[in-house]
C-alpha cells in the first residue's frame, strides 16, 4: 500500500504493470500513471517517457486529489489492470486496459465508484518524439481533444470537463458509489480521419472474452498453472500480431546497473532466445503463436547466411541503428538512453546452432516449415563449416574485443548436430558424413581449449578462467550428457564462483572484458538455467528451491524483470523481460512430469 505524498517518490522498476494490446504496450505505476507508451508500435517513439526521466517527459496519471492507499491486480485471466484507490472519504477503482487493435490502437481507463464519494485528478502530458515534441492541443466540436506533432495524433474522449494548464490538461472531478466515468486515449496517423468513439463498458467485456477465450487454449496445469499463465499472458503481450514477433521487452534502457551506462534497447526480437520461445508457446498448447514465431524467424533470416543478425525488428527489419535520446536523465539517472540496438550489427556464433535447433524442435513438434528452410539450413550449415572456428562477441553481445567463447562453439557444435539428426529424422538430403566429422572436429576443439580440467569446469573463453551462465545449457542442448562428471563439475562451479545472494551471474564483469565498468545485477534467465541444470541431474530439490525463490522474486502482479539486484532487493533491467517469462515456462515444464525442454533438446533424435 503506497500513501500519497505531494511528490511521491519517483516509481521503482517492481512498480509497474503492463497493458497491451499485441502491437505495443504501456506500463502503469501504482499511483495510476502511465509512465511509458510507444504509439502504435513496440518499437515508435514514446509518448510517454517519464520512466526515462519525469512527468515533463511524457505521462497520464489519474488518481485521487488528496492521500490515498493503492492496491490491484490483474482481472483472472486477463491483462486487465485494476487498481483500487482508497481515502478517507471512499473509495475508487481505476480499471485500465487497451482492447484488442482494430483500425486503431486505443488506452481505455475506466473510473469506477466503490464507496463513498472521492475527489479525483487527472494529468494527461503527451509528449511526442520520446518525451521531446509538445503537440498541438485543439477542442473539437464533439468535445474530444486533438493532439497532433507531425505524423502522429491522439485523441481523448471523456464525459469529463477537462481544461490546458501549463501545457498539459487537467481535470478535477468527483466520483460516487455506483458511479464511472470513461477515459479514452486513442492514436492514429495525423493524416487520418479521427478515429471512431465507442463505448468503454463493451470494449472492456470484449477485452476481457479475449483474454480469457486465449487463456482457455492452454494446456497448462499442476502446482504452478497460475504462475505460468499469467507468464503466458505476457508473451502473448508482448507479441506483435501482424508478423508473430516477439520483443524481448517493450522497454528501452532500464539499467543493468543504477547510475550506470548498461542501458539498452530492447524492443527487438533476438534468435538467441529462438528455441525456448518455440518450446514454451508448443508446450503449452499454442502451436497458433508457436508458427507465427517459426514464421516471423523464416523471414526475417532469410538471404545470405554470412549476414545473419543475432537480432531484428519486430518486422524482420534489419536496420537497428543506435542513437541517445540526450535529452532523457535516464531511469533514476541511469545515462545514456539508447534506442536501437548497435548489437544487431555483431558475430555471434550461437545464433546459428539456435536456429537450427528451433527448425528441429519445429519439425518434431509437427510444425514443417516448407522445404526452402531447409536449403536455407543446408547454407547455414556451410557457412557454419567456415566460420566457427572465428572469435565473436558471443551470446552476451560484450562491446569488448571478440573472444573465443565456449558457448559459442558449442553451439555451432549444435547447428551440425541438428543437421544430421533433421536429416536422418525428417528424410532430408545433406552430407551427413562430412558433418558427423565437423561435429567430431568442433567437440574435440571445445574439450581442447574450453575445459578447465584442474577445476573441472567448462570456462568462458578458451584458455580463460571466468566462468558463464550460458554454460548451464551445455547438457540441456545435448553437447554433454546430463551424468557426465564434466557437466556436473560445471554446474557445480557456477555454484561457488557466480551465485550472488543465491541467483545466477551471468558473468563476473570484473574479469570480462565486455567494453563496459563492471557491475550488473543477477540476470534471472540465468537463474531458471540453473534450476533446469539442477533437474537435469536429478537435483531434484534443489531445482525446485531455486524455482520457488525465483517466483518469489516476481511483483505483486506477476511480472518479471530481466535482472534482480540481490543487495538492493529490486528489479534491475528492461521490465517486463520475454526470456524472464519464458525461462518460468520452461522450468515449469522441467518440473513436470511430461513436455519437458530439457529432454525435447537432449534428446539423441
Keep these: 500500500m503506497a500513501e500519497a505524498t505531494e511528490k511521491p517518490p519517483r516509481s521503482q522498476i517492481a512498480d509497474y504493470g503492463l497493458i497491451g494490446d499485441c502491437e505495443t504496450a504501456a506500463l502503469v505505476d501504482r499511483n495510476g500513471s502511465i509512465d511509458w507508451l510507444c504509439w502504435p508500435r513496440f518499437d515508435s517513439d514514446a509518448c510517454f517517457a517519464a520512466l526515462l526521466g519525469d512527468e515533463s517527459n511524457g505521462a497520464w496519471k489519474i488518481s485521487p486529489a488528496g492521500a490515498f492507499t493503492a492496491s490491484r491486480k490483474y482481472r483472472d485471466g486477463t491483462l486487465i489492470l485494476e487498481t483500487v484507490f482508497e481515502t478517507a472519504e471512499g473509495a475508487v477503482a481505476l480499471i485500465d486496459f487497451m482492447p484488442p487493435r482494430g483500425d ?41 481533444l486533438r493532439a497532433i506533432a507531425g505524423p502522429s495524433m491522439a485523441v481523448l474522449r471523456t464525459p469529463v470537463h477537462t481544461k490546458g494548464e501549463h501545457m498539459r490538461t487537467v481535470a478535477e472531478f468527483d466520483v460516487a458509489e455506483g458511479e464511472q466515468l470513461p477515459f479514452v486515449l486513442s492514436h492514429s496517423a495525423s493524416h487520418l480521419p479521427l478515429p471512431e468513439p465507442f463505448d468503454a463498458n463493451e470494449a472492456l467485456a470484449a477485452t476481457e472474452t479475449f483474454w480469457r477465450e486465449w487463456l482457455a487454449r492452454s494446456k497448462v496445469e499442476g502446482e504452478h498453472a497460475e504462475a505460468v499463465q499469467r507468464s503466458l499472458i505476457v508473451l502473448k503481450a508482448m507479441t506483435y500480431a501482424p508478423t508473430g514477433g516477439l520483443v524481448a521487452a517493450p522497454t528501452t534502457s532500464l539499467p543493468e546497473q543504477f547510475g550506470g551506462e548498461r542501458n539498452w534497447d530492447y524492443r527487438f526480437c533476438w534468435i538467441r532466445d529462438s528455441t525456448l520461445t518455440l518450446l514454451s508457446m508448443m508446450n503449452s498448447g499454442y502451436y497458433e503463436e508457436a508458427s507465427e514465431w517459426l514464421g516471423w524467424l ?33 531511469h533514476e539517472h541511469s545515462a545514456p538512453v539508447r534506442v536501437g540496438n548497435a548489437a544487431h550489427e555483431q558475430f555471434q556464433l550461437d545464433v ?32 557454419v563449416a567456415k566460420v566457427w572456428n572465428e572469435p565473436d562477441e558471443g551470446i552476451w553481445e560484450v562491446r ?6 565456449t558457448y559459442s562453439r558449442v553451439m555451432a557444435w549444435v547447428a551440425v548436430d541438428r543437421a544430421i539428426k533433421s536429416a536422418e529424422m525428417f528424410d532430408l538430403k545433406g552430407p551427413v558424413e562430412a558433418w558427423r ?11 581442447a581449449h574450453g575445459f578447465d580440467a584442474s577445476r573441472n569446469t567448462f570456462v568462458q573463453a578458451y584458455e580463460g578462467k571466468a566462468l558463464d551462465a550460458s554454460l548451464l545449457l551445455l ?21 561457488k564462483e557466480l551465485l550472488v545472494g543465491g541467483f545466477v551471474q551471468r558473468y563476473p564483469t570484473e574479469k570480462t572484458n565486455d567494453g563496459l565498468p563492471p ?3 543477477v540476470f534471472l534467465a540465468c537463474s531458471f538455467w ?8 536429478g537435483r531434484d530439490d534443489d531445482a525446485r528451491d531455486m524455482f520457488e525463490r525465483l517466483l518469489a522474486l516476481r511483483n505483486d502482479l506477476g511480472l518479471l524483470a530481466e535482472e534482480y539486484d540481490p543487495i538492493a532487493k529490486r528489479f534491475a533491467g528492461n521490465f517486463p523481460q520475454a526470456f524472464s517469462h519464458i525461462g518460468l515456462v520452461n522450468t515449469a515444464a522441467n518440473l513436470a512430469p511430461s513436455h519437458k525442454p530439457n529432454d525435447q533438446r537432449s534428446a539423441k533424435g
Design 104 to 144: 486503431a490502437s486505443h488506452i481505455v481507463r475506466i473510473i469506477e465508484g466503490r464507496r463513498g464519494k472521492v475527489s479525483m485528478r487527472m494529468d494527461l502530458i503527451l509528449r511526442f518524439g520520446y518525451g521531446l515534441t509538445i503537440p498541438w492541443v485543439s477542442r473539437l466540436d464533439d468535445g474530444a
Design 298 to 330: 523464416q523471414r526475417a533470416v532469410a538471404g545470405d547466411p554470412a549476414a545473419m543478425q543475432i537480432m531484428y525488428g519486430i518486422g524482420g527489419e534489419r536496420r537497428l541503428t543506435e542513437w541517445t535520446a540526450d535529452w532523457l536523465p535516464g
Design 352 to 383: 546459428y546452432g539456435e536456429l537450427m535447433d528451433t527448425f528441429h524442435q519445429a519439425r518434431r513438434g509437427g510444425l514443417h516449415p516448407p522445404s526452402s528452410v531447409w536449403e536455407l539450413q543446408l547454407a547455414l550449415v556451410d557457412h
Design 400 to 405: 569488448g574485443p571478440r573472444q573465443r567463447f
Design 437 to 447: 566429422a565437423l561435429c567430431d572436429q568442433i567437440r574435440a576443439d571445445v574439450m
Design 475 to 495: 547438457g540441456q542442448v545435448g553437447f554433454l550428457a546430463a551424468d557426465d562428471s564434466r557437466f556436473i563439475g560445471t554446474v557445480e562451479a557456477i555454484e
Design 519 to 521: 557491475g550488473e545485477g
Design 530 to 537: 540453473l534450476a533446469d541444470a539442477y533437474a537435469l541431474i
